[in-house]
């Protein structure tokens, strides 16, 4: 059993074990169940806004604690503040280190999008997504078949919450080219064995449905990377580890979006 496929056991017990715990009704309650989202897609077509969706997280698999004693809410405002589109915070603890209290964190000190960055499995987790204050949702294409990719998708819409689907190969993507998620994603890591290849990004690029904001995912390290992709044609940037190995986080992306403009003015992009 890969690094994925365990992942995806243990979240669907957990699951299990918090709709026992916390029914929908309660979730229902949230005063966040009244408020209108903030749009990701809006936010990353910004002119004034990098395109950067600056993430956070404590740890992963593959590399063990990262960032383990942090305060989400300055690494939050820091990262706004350094000129991040939107921020994706990890959710899942056992694997990453994260809780969904770092999302209600992160919304109670920022007006931006926010991403939950997750395993989702079941509805339920959208509607647990809504009631912390998410205002989109991952969907990964290596966990979801595509009839319940376009089944999640639906129920995100009509709870307002929009949708990035992430896929990681040309089977993945084209299986899903009809579906109706506001973002598509192109990971360039590979989540069963976390090797990472940001070429994986601009090799799928041309096959994104037309109309569709396009997302370059890990393995972004140099401010080159990123105006290289962007050039290239893709919209946003999701960004964590590369600004989580240093101890202030939100420094070290106002350093990286300082040195993409500066490129940016060299190098101007395509657009």
Not at 22 to 28: F, S
Not at 160 to 167: I, K
Not at 190 to 213: H, R
């Amino acid at each position: 059993m890969n690094i994925l496929d365990r992942i995806i056991v243990d979240k669907k017990e957990e699951v299990k074990e918090k709709k026992e715990l916390i029914p929908v009704k309660k979730l229902e309650k949230s005063i966040w169940f009244e408020t209108m989202p903030v749009s990701m897609s809006h936010y990353i077509k910004r002119d004034d806004k990098s395109g950067v969706i600056a993430e956070i997280k404590r740890r992963s698999p593959s590399k063990g604690d990262i960032n383990k004693y942090i305060s989400v809410e300055e690494i939050s405002i820091g990262y706004m503040q350094a000129g991040a589109s939107a921020l994706s915070v990890l959710t899942d603890q056992k694997y990453f280190g994260g809780t969904n209290e770092d999302v209600m964190t992160a919304r109670k000190f920022n007006y931006c999008p926010i991403l939950r960055k997750e395993f989702i499995v079941d509805e339920y987790q959208i509607l647990e997504a809504k009631s912390i204050g998410a205002d989109c949702i991952l969907l990964i294409a290596s966990v979801l078949d595509p009839e319940t990719i376009k089944k999640f998708t639906a129920f995100a819409h009509d709870l307002g919450l929009e949708v990035l689907l992430e896929v990681h190969d040309k089977d993945e993507l084209t299986s899903n080219t009809d579906s109706d998620a506001d973002l598509f994603g192109v990971n360039n890591r590979n989540l069963k064995t976390f090797d990472v290849n940001l070429e994986n990004s601009v090799e799928l690029l041309s096959l994104i449905p037309e109309g569709k904001l396009k997302i370059a995912e890990s393995g972004i390290d140099r401010p080159e990377d990123l105006v290289y992709l962007k050039n290239n044609g893709f919209d946003g940037f999701l960004i964590g580890e590369r600004f989580m190995r240093y101890s202030r986080p939100h420094e070290e992306a106002a350093k990286f979006l300082a040195k993409v403009k500066e490129l940016e003015n060299f190098y101007p992009t395509n657009a």
